[in-house]
């Protein structure tokens, strides 16, 4: 790679029009400083759009620091891994960049046997320590669940006085904001805590199968462990159960208009309707609790509370079904294929070698499951109940005339939120008046005008002189970064109606394409057509029965939306860099999944 080919300084970019303060929304700590720059500028850093795709509320900033720390933690602290300790990070222009620390080589060897029996532990113990972990997050989930935020009393109840209690109703209040934050600190931890061991894994397979195969395509790698069922599809799984039986208790008609309550008061006046409320209720506990974003936002909304986008994806579902569409996925074929591939790997191998294979197989099939249902229990059930919490908080705060905005206090950082909860509690222990409905609502105006200027920002997709090779397998496997991708985001692609990118699930299709930047535009995905966004998520799966390809600006072979492709038997082209700002909604695409190209065809 060219020395002199590199992306710009953050020092030297300008903050957006319109965001010129938006510094002052996130803590000193995430911010490039002046200070530091001789080192920061040493550093490549590249943006995180694939969890994180929009800019940050101050708030939310609470899951970009929590994740980064204990990814780094179980790196570096808990297994040792050899080559690898935590990804260091900033927030610039709103959106999050990361830079993957590495070990030094000459300290790699000494951590090798501390890793080998950390991680060995954990492998020879996989499903009883796994079972332990649903234990220890159902516990999260139902300390989460148990907090309450009322509002303060006009005195201490009596009852408190007499037994000698000694506290009143502001320490609980405050007692409960601190815990949900540990809550949710612990619910990171445990995220973590077999992650890093699944992706360390299937490293370690396609590593051998590298040097066994030195010519294998990494898809037929990953199609290896490929067509395992995992509780990340089970929404989507029920929503098509719902949508069979609403066709099979001819409830279905009923269904298709007016709005919730409308739709299920019709549904509870037909015979068989009580059978389907029934499997509705049903079904909302546990696997409604699943978001249309990825659980890091204060914005993302889960089903559980806006029950429309349930009932929305099974109408769409309905009406596939009524034109004799089949709306499952294909894990037969894929499993078949996956075999398929392992055996005819597996044959080229002499009998020495082959136990290995199988064995190295066999460990990566077993963990690999981890790597998509943490998504369900953390990030869509844990964090929603977190968040849901915090929004009990916010109307807490607007009954008390702090601000009236209904999601104002994701605009205060969590140290703010602890100041204006003292604020309420000192102000009514006094018996005076807070100072919050005088200093916040003006404050939050101005940081919501802040937020949508950012927004209106693309950022860039890395900062600083890149490496001339890129050797970090966690970078290449999880967001595909490669030196080639480098390459095209600071060149540009040579030709517009050409883009090049990661194949991560393989076919060809041609269709028409949908730009989506937002969960909230899903509903205007029609059949056939092919996704393109910077970035989707697990829980967009209930429309991939609708579309016939996917193209991200970001992603590596080990990305949801690679493994959500695959899974579905979709063509997928990730890491083009740029693929949701070049390509427009209703241009005519050719995707091949296998090469890892988009060609537009037409305008």
Known sequence: MNAQAKFPSPYEQKAPK????????????????????????????????QHWPTPFRPFDTIMTDYAVKCLGQYNTRHLLVPPANGVDYRIHNGYLYLSPIAVAPEKIPERVPHFLERAGFYFQNWNKLLDNWHVKVRGVIDALEAL?????????????????????????????????????????QYHFEFLNLGYAAYLDFFGFCKEQFPSIPDQAIARMVQGIDVDLFRPDDELKKLAHLAVETGVDTALMSGSVEQALG????????????????????????FTSGNGFYSSDKYWIEHLDIPLGYIRNYIVQLRKGVTIERPTAQVAAERERITKEYAELLNQEVRPVFEQKLGLARTVFPYVENHNFYIEHWSLGVFWRKMRELNRLFITAGFWSDPEGLFFLSRNEVRDALWDYCSAWAVGGAPTGPHFWPQRIAQRRKTMDALAQHRPEPALN???????????????????????VWLKGPADSSRLEGMGASPGVVEGLARVIRSPDELDQIRDGEILVAPVTAPSWAPVFSKISATVTDIGGMMSHAAIVCREYGLPAVTATGSASAVIKTGQRLRVDGTAGTVEVLAN
């Open 465 to 487: 002189e890149p490496p001339a090779v890129v050797t970090e397998p966690f970078t290449i496997m999880l967001w595909g970064i490669t030196t080639d991708r480098i390459s």
């Open 148 to 188: 309450r935020y009322e509002q303060l009393p006009d005195m201490v109840p009596k009852e408190w006085v007499f037994e000698g209690r000694g506290l009143d109703n502001t320490y609980y209040l405050m007692e409960n904001y601190e815990s949900a934050l540990q809550l949710c600190y612990k619910a990171w």
């Open 18 to 49: 319109g965001a010129e303060n938006w510094r002052d929304l996130y803590p000193y700590y995430s911010l490039f400083q002046e200070e530091r720059r001789k080192d920061d500028e040493k550093q490549f850093w590249f943006c995180d759009a």
């Open 266 to 289: 019709a549904v509870a006046a037909l015979p068989k309707g009580k059978q389907w409320l029934e499997a509705w209720t049903a079904a909302q506990n546990p696997w409604f609790n």
